[in-house]
């Protein structure tokens, strides 16, 4: 099969590329490197021994995008083009509406004209809101979303669906992500992002790294056992081995399907920094300070329908987590760059 990775070259894109590789698959990305490397994909071109076709493209433009589905006729799309940083989108929030919800119908429109009924979505822990108690599960109705990045992913969602729902031969399956972290465990792809991190692992490692001084632990009186929050963190060669699972089912079915991917096992931020500690014998210099707005105390996914219908459960431990993800920033200190 041939998967077209719309935002490919990112964190998330960049290992399910690798996966995907490795799995006999053909690979097309097209990404604008945003926040985002050629390099990633040039790495993992050298680690499988096989081609990737990159197109350096924005998918909100639809004359490019509509060329990269007529030259290639992908089997299915992986949908993970999209703007990322919840503080940004509170300060942005017209970019963030503007991209992530152009991005998706201009792929929706390039598949309707090339006949890809296949679509596999990137979607977010975030759209169960605050609404939901964790263990959240997928028939739980949405909730409210604490930003507009959360509300883009809520929306796409709705417009992924309503797409299905118009044309039966449609197939769309919608993957909430808990909190993905760690890296290949070569070391040689990862997590790289722009500027300050927003995101606790990255932070972790630029402080072990000596990039940072040290972490600011947002609030340690949560109702949790320690105090700090509890999140649901995944391995992202676990995650990038759902999305193969998750296109087979793409495209055998027809409809929409909304599948967690977590591990179903929460972890404190206290418990991820003492892990890191211990598993990588080094120090993560910490302070506490006041809570993050629009933080919950907890959220952790239900993952009994993954392993139902994809047959597919995480595998790798929280050691395997942050012993990945130092291996990754200590080799590369300065990203890709
Ligand atoms: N944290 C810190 N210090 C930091 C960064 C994070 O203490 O410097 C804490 C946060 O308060 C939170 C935990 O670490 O308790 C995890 O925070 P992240 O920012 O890594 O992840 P979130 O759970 O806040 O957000 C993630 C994704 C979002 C998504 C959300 C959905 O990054 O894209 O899950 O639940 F919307």
Same mark, same amino acid.
């Given at each position: ?7 490919? @070259?990112?964190? +998330? ?41 990159? /197109? ?40 963030? /509406?503007?991209?992530?919800i152009d991005t998706t119908l201009t792929l929706l429109e ?13 979607? =977010? ?11 959240? !599960? ?25 797409? =299905? ?12 992500? $808990?909190?993905?972290? *760690? @890296? !290949? ?10 500027? +300050? ?20 632990? $947002?609030?340690?009186? /949560? ?11 995944? !391995? ?6 759902? !999305? ?19 591990t179903g096992q929460p972890y404190s931020v206290l418990d ?16 506490? *300070? ?7 105390? @907890?959220?952790? @996914? ?22 990945? =993800? ?12």
């Amino acid at each position: 099969m041939k998967i077209l990775l719309a935002g490919g @070259a990112g964190y +998330i894109g960049s290992h399910i590329a690798l996966a995907l590789l490795e799995n006999g698959q053909d690979v097309v990305v097209m990404d604008n490197f945003d926040n985002s490397s050629p390099e990633a994909i040039m790495r993992v071109e050298e680690m499988t021994g096989q081609t990737v076709s990159l /197109y350096e493209a924005d998918v909100t433009n639809k004359k490019v995008t509509l060329a990269v589905f007529k030259k290639e006729k992908p089997d299915c799309v992986i949908h993970l083009a999209g703007l990322k940083a919840v503080g940004e989108s509170i300060e942005q929030p017209i970019r963030y /509406y503007r991209n992530n919800i152009d991005t998706t119908l201009t792929l929706l429109e390039c598949m309707a004209k090339t006949g890809c009924k296949n679509i596999v979505f990137s979607s =977010s822990a975030t759209v169960y809101g605050e609404e939901n108690a964790a263990p959240c !599960h997928e028939k739980m109705p949405k909730g409210k979303c604490s930003n507009p990045y959360g509300w883009t992913k809520s929306m796409m969602e709705q417009i992924l669906q309503d797409a =299905s729902v118009a044309d039966k031969d449609m197939s769309v399956v919608l993957l909430r992500y $808990f909190n993905p972290i *760690g @890296a !290949h465990e070569s070391g040689r792809i990862g997590e790289n992002p722009r500027g +300050i991190p927003n995101n606790l692992m990255p932070y972790v490692t630029q402080v072990a790294v000596g990039k940072r001084d040290k972490l600011t632990i $947002f609030g340690d009186d /949560y109702d949790t056992p320690d105090g700090t929050c509890l999140r649901d963190y995944i !391995h992202i060669m676990d995650l990038a081995e759902g !999305h193969l699972k998750a296109v087979d089912f793409c495209v055998e079915n027809k409809g929409t399907e909304i599948i967690n991917l977590g591990t179903g096992q929460p972890y404190s931020v206290l418990d991820i920094v003492k892990t890191f500690e211990k598993v990588n014998n080094i120090q993560v210099p910490y302070e506490i *300070g006041p809570r993050r707005g629009g933080d919950l105390p @907890a959220v952790y @996914a239900d993952v009994s329908k993954a392993e139902k219908v994809l047959g597919w459960k995480a595998k790798r431990t929280l050691a395997d987590m942050c012993r990945d =993800s130092w291996n990754w920033q200590k080799n590369n200190p300065e990203g890709y760059e």
